[in-house]
């Protein structure tokens, strides 16, 4: 199941990373908005699971 969500991608694109992976913090404050973060946090799955290289 490691490459299920990569059916997308040309046969030879699921191989190993070539770029180093890049790290994103969230600073959650009194009172924020749980539907913002929800987007956000999707926003970055979607991005990794349509890219055939670590974000």
């Given at each position: 199941?490691?490459?299920?969500n ?50």
């Amino acid at each position: 199941m490691k490459d299920k969500n990569q059916i997308h991608l040309e046969g030879g694109q699921c191989g190993e990373p070539t770029t180093a992976a890049h790290r994103a913090a969230f600073a959650l404050l009194d009172h924020f908005s749980m539907m913002a973060l929800t987007g956000a946090v999707d926003a970055l799955v979607t991005a990794k699971l349509m890219s055939a290289t670590p974000l």
